[in-house]
């Protein structure tokens, strides 16, 4: 704080604000300047009635003298509970002057992401993932904001905004490096807790200066904004006990000064007594006071006006409180002349015709609070009844409806599904979550309970797996489920055990369902998704002999419907795990396809089978070198997402396999490129999940393919790529490639270590092959010197188990591994096979891999040269500079 008066112009709330004036005119000034530069956040915090909003409003007068565009918002204490209501206030100035057609255009790909949750349009079928939805909002800002440069975004009661606006203003301000916007924010210290603090956390964060708390007005600065009000012959006793009455807050020291000059206290020692009675009469109990002595009609209308909270006007007011339109009006008009609702400044934002305001939101909450509970809690079920009626919708009046006591009424338990349906088909889940709690307290009718159930279950799959454990678990036992619903609720209830780290549990909870069904299409489906979970589970979860029966199972099947292509896709990859033969793998799989393609309700975006069961399949055709094949499934993956907008975890997987599936194909750096946009991606989601190790993992196998030793050693290290091993299978085998991580860096003994983990752990579930789990060969090299005999059995069997898969590459690379144990004319016999077979394989950097260090053993100049042209073409720079040393030396070679 500075000087003690304001400029002529400024709002008394203004008063010692200088310093926080000067740095707003600062960043304003710099936005101006440079349309290429990054942009700002500034955050202002205080209690209540501090002056944040007078701050706002000197944001937007002095933006708009330098011309900038404003669009702005506010919270609401009673709004909290409305998804993405904040954040479409901020838009409308931008979408009301977009025609649909306009709005599309220029939203482009995310108008059907984005749009729904803005009002914009329908939403689509399906529930988009909420961090898809939050990622288009980003994009139609930024989109809408390069439109509108120079933009200034003001939000005010940040601290009562929804936590989907505030998710999204957290991931847009995180995002400024190269959008020059302002964005301003401002917030009371505390009032929020879990999710909506960790997102205005970092939202301050990105702020990079200290956030600006303010501070209440001291005494000589009151006693000047005293004397610029009544007068300057206000005496300094009076003065003085005005800063004591009001502790220096600007709001509550305006609002005293204005009593006084309405009860025309003279501004002298003699009357300074009766500062406190007047501040009682402006806040609080003395508030609600004065508020009933404006009659009984008038305080119904300030009532029903606290119980809407935004969007007041005389007509709606009305028809809430039940008043006449004259009297309606009467009573707007003594609330305004008692400083309790006034009109909104036209100059802080687009409004509608006839809309009111509460002066201040402690006047607001003052008058909501003070409202009986019973009497409160009836208004709000008209208020629902007048939204409805006025087809906004059940998600617009759902607000209202979660305050309503349960009272067993199904109606009401409806109008609540049908609202969570509606939440959840804009991107909302935590929404449709508070309405289907409160319906369950209603209770809902026996014969729809376990719906509820099942719908709340469903609604926190991806947010909180225990919870939907719990809800899922009470749904099945409990009757008024369907055989289908049923089902799903299995399904459902698998996967989120699967999520919460529990998939034995998972495994068990499917066959336990299963086994007490009859043979037919649904024991089918529950046969397959056990079979799916025992599939990826990493250790010995599998039930005894189930490689057989769902080999037996799979030999009936045809592929006539999905539950048929599951169990062969099922089939194919636990052959493929196994190393049996890559032919019957490749014949496994392309059954399970239709006309070479995914079948119709088996796609990437189907929720009847999950990702989980099309990564088996693409994986499959990556092992049995039909890399063609695997490679369209996951291009087609990341296409299908990124068009429907799913920008979370599925996406992060699709970069992963797609990056593995190129490491295979030995297009080193664009695998490399692919799997740090998949962790980048994973690092929003969470680690520690599956999809996380399968980027980690494949792009440390990746670096290391490259040459790139160090580089690989940090990314494991900064992503944790380490024991303990997630409970499910990473493709490829996480204990393999960190045992040649240990080999790469020097660390032989701990190499050795790992690889005989990888060892115990394929040997616990049966998987025999050798590209897949490759441990055999890493162990078979580390050991060649301490332990030669070890060393060459590794080596035999490992070249057995090639044989027995089949493949160009999985016997190309047994025989690489067997020459490194040879010398002399041996070894350039068993390398010149590995070169036949890894040249007909289309794993290239294999390819190169072999014919680098076939030459070097033939010492042929020329062969090392085509395998130094082939490293290159892969990006292998540890094979280049390998080939390069031994070419500069010359020793022997011809």
């Known amino acids: ?143 809408l904001a390069r439109r509108d440069y120079p933009l200034v975004l003001v939000v005010d009661d940040a601290h009562w905004a929804d936590q989907e606006t505030l998710r999204w203003l957290a991931a847009f301000a995180e995002r400024l490096d190269d959008l020059s916007v302002l964005v301003v924010v401002a917030r009371r210290p505390g009032e929020v807790a879990g999710e909506s603090a960790r997102h205005l956390d970092a939202v301050a964060a990105a702020a990079g200066a200290p956030v600006t708390t303010l501070s209440a007005l001291t005494p000589a600065a009151t006693e000047g904004l005293t004397r610029a009000t009544l007068g300057a012959h206000a005496d300094a006793p009076f003065c003085r006990q005005v800063w004591a009455v009001t502790g220096g807050n600007p709001y509550e020291t305006v609002e005293l000064l204005a009593k006084v000059q309405d009860s025309e206290i003279e501004p002298v020692e003699s009357q300074a007594d009766e500062l406190r009675a007047l501040n009682r009469s402006a806040r609080g109990g003395g508030l609600v006071t004065r508020l009933k002595a404006l009659g009984v009609e008038a305080t119904q209308f300030a009532w029903a006006a606290a119980i809407l909270g935004t969007g007041i006007s005389v007509e709606l007011v009305a028809t809430l409180a039940r008043l006449s339109p004259d009297n ?9 002349t008692a400083r309790i609702l006034t009109e909104p400044d036209p100059a802080a934002g687009p409004i509608d015709d006839g809309d009111l305001e509460f002066v201040h939101p402690l006047i607001a909450t003052a008058v909501y609070n003070s409202i009986p509970s019973s009497y409160r809690t009836a208004m709000h ?40 349906r509606e939440h959840l088909a804009v991107g909302a889940p935590e929404a449709a979550v508070r309405c289907l709690e409160r319906a369950l307290k209603e209770p809902p009718r026996q014969e729809r309970h376990a719906r509820v159930l099942y719908e709340l279950g469903c609604a926190t799959l991806l947010t909180a797996p225990a919870t939907t454990i719990d809800h899922l678990q009470s749904a099945l036992a409990m009757p008024g489920l369907d055989s289908d619903e049923r089902v799903e609720a299995v399904f459902r209830l698998s996967q989120a055990l699967l999520h919460n780290d529990q998939l034995e549990d998972a495994v068990r909870t499917v066959e336990a369902e299963a086994a007490r069904r009859e043979p037919g299409p649904a024991q089918l489906r529950l046969h397959a998704v056990q079979y799916m979970w025992e599939g990826i589970h990493a250790g010995e979860a599998s039930s005894p002999g189930r490689s057989e029966r769902l080999a037996e199972l799979a030999a009936t099947c045809t592929g006539r419907d999905n539950s048929e292509r599951a169990l062969l896709i099922l089939r194919g990859f636990d052959a493929m795990t196994h190393g049996e033969n890559a032919e019957l793998v490749v014949e496994l799989s392309d059954r399970a396809l239709v006309n070479g393609r995914l079948a119709p309700g088996l796609g990437w975006t189907d929720t009847e089978w999950g990702v989980e069961i099309l990564m088996m399949l693409a994986s499959s055709y990556t092992y049995t070198d039909r890399l063609d094949r695997a490679e369209s499934l996951f291009q087609e993956a990341l296409r299908t997402y990124v068009s429907a907008g799913w920008s979370g975890g599925h996406l992060a997987l699709a970069h992963a396999f797609l990056g593995f599936a190129l490491r295979r194909r030995g297009l080193l750096r664009e695998a490399e490129e692919t799997l740090r946009e998949s962790l980048r991606i994973a690092e929003r989601v969470g680690r520690g999940l599956p999809l996380y190790w399968s980027a980690s993992c494949n792009l440390v196998d990746t670096l290391l393919a490259r040459g790139h030793v160090s580089e690989a050693w940090e990314v494991a290290e900064q992503y944790g790529f380490a024991p303990p091993y997630p409970s499910t299978i990473v493709l490829p085998d996480p204990r393999s490639v960190r045992g040649r991580l240990l080999l790469a860096v020097g660390r032989t003994k701990e190499a050795v270590h790992e690889l005989e983990g990888a060892e115990k752990a394929a ?96 010492r042929s100049i020329a062969e090392i040269n085509r395998g130094m042209q082939l490293a290159r073409s892969c990006a292998a720079d540890g094979l280049v500079a390998q080939a390069k040393r031994v070419l500069e030396t010359g020793r022997g070679l011809r």
């Open 1 to 143: 704080m500075t000087e003690v008066r304001p400029p002529q112009a400024a709002s008394a709330a203004l008063w010692e604000r200088d310093e926080e004036v000067r740095g707003i005119e600062r960043a304003i000034e710099a936005l101006c300047a440079d349309r290429t530069s990054s942009g700002s956040v500034l955050v202002f915090r205080g209690e209540a009635g501090l002056g944040k909003t007078a701050l706002l409003g000197e944001v937007r007068r002095i933006a708009e003298e330098h011309r900038c565009t404003v669009w702005s918002a506010r919270g609401g204490e009673t709004l909290r509970s409305v998804p993405f209501n904040v954040v479409r206030q901020l838009l409308q100035p931008a979408l009301v002057s977009l025609m649909p057609e306009e709005a599309r255009e220029y939203l482009g790909d995310w108008y059907d992401i984005a749009g729904p949750a803005l009002g914009m349009t329908e939403p689509g079928e399906g529930r988009p993932d909420p961090q898809n939805v939050c990622d288009g909002l980003v994009a139609a800002v930024r989109r």
């Open 328 to 336: 309606a009006a009467r009573c707007a008009e003594l609330l305004r």
């Open 381 to 420: 079920g008209i208020a629902a009844q007048v939204v409805t009626d006025s087809g906004l919708g059940a998600a617009m009046a759902s607000r209202h409806l979660l305050q309503v006591h349960p009272d067993d009424d199904a109606e009401l338990v409806e109008q609540l599904r049908e609202a969570a």
């Open 763 to 858: 040997a616990a579930r049966g998987h025999f092959n050798p590209v897949m789990v490759p441990w055999e060969l890493d162990l078979a090299r580390a050991l060649v010197v301490e332990d030669p005999a070890r060393a060459a059995r590794l080596a035999a069997d490992a070249r057995k188990a090639a044989e027995r898969f089949g493949t160009d590459t999985a016997i190309g690379e047994a025989l690489r591994c067997a020459a490194a144990l040879e010398t002399g004319e041996r070894a350039v016999r068993l390398l010149s096979q590995a070169v036949t077979y890894l040249e007909a394989s289309p794993c290239q950097y294999e390819h190169a891999a072999a014919r680098v260090e076939y030459g070097i053993a033939a």
